[in-house]
């Protein structure tokens, strides 16, 4: 008889494999204002800190506005600490600057944009990741994400100008494996993951070292935790054939 396996044991939500969240910053996300009331007019505020959040790529900026109310944001890049960022309708189309989508001029490059007026950000987050406004429609905002998808977007959803900073994260090596788990560890994750096949046929469905035949690797959706593992319900499998 085996062990219970790698899912099995994060199902029941011990700290091993928990994420300390409890060192997080702040949720990142855009104040609560009143849309109709900041749209033809200009809200000032000052960035006053650039901070880490552990568990995310992207630093946040803690900013302060005139009316007195703080908020955390994605940090876009080339902003600093001191700096005066403009939010509403009237504010100018510079890096920090916060406005609707529907007043941003075509082919310029947003980021933390709102699916909902209100929802504080969500398109375009992570370190390096931009949006281009492509046009406007009676449909709302035509833009193109950083899949290089295209969608339509509520004239009223708040997005902020420039690309998300910290952009070359993601080309500095870890060097060390024990670099690697503290990161991964902080975002929740199991650090280092073997795969199935690695493994002997007690401790995973897909493990053995036989060579042959390899077992089917779709799953049903209503299979039992330790044979729930692979391509569960998977609407198809194998390649793609090319159109």
Not at 86 to 111: D, F, H, Q, R, Y
Not at 157 to 171: D, K, N, P, Q
Not at 178 to 188: D, L, P, Q
Not at 204 to 220: D, E, Y
């Amino acid at each position: 008889m085996g062990k219970r396996i790698l899912v099995q044991r994060r199902g029941r939500g011990s700290p091993t494999f928990r994420a300390s969240t409890h060192k997080r910053v702040a949720p990142a996300k855009y104040p609560n204002l009143v849309l109709k009331e900041i749209m033809d007019k200009v809200l000032k505020g000052q960035i006053i800190e650039l901070v880490h959040d552990p568990g995310r790529g992207a630093p946040l900026a803690y900013i302060e506005l005139e009316t007195g109310e703080r908020y955390y944001t994605i940090a876009p890049e080339g902003v600093h600490e001191g700096q005066i960022i403009e939010l509403g309708g009237k504010a100018s189309i510079n890096v920090g600057n916060v406005l609707p989508v529907g007043l941003i001029p075509e082919g310029t490059t947003i980021c933390n944009i709102e699916l909902s007026p209100g929802d504080g950000g969500k398109i375009a987050r992570s370190s390096g990741a931009y949006a281009t406004v492509v046009s406007h429609t009676p449909e709302g905002t035509l833009i193109s994400l950083p899949s290089g998808k295209t969608r339509y977007i509520n004239d009223s959803c708040l997005a902020t100008i420039g690309v998300v900073a910290a952009s070359g994260r993601t080309e500095k090596p870890f060097v060390k494996a024990g670099a690697k788990f503290h990161w991964m560890k902080a975002k929740g994750h199991k650090y280092p993951r073997v795969r199935g096949r690695a493994m002997i046929a007690a401790l995973h469905p897909f493990g053995s070292g036989r060579r042959g035949a390899r077992k089917v690797t779709t799953v049903s959706r209503n299979a039992p935790p330790g044979r729930k593992v692979g391509l569960i319900a998977a609407r198809r499998t194998g390649r793609k054939k090319k159109k």
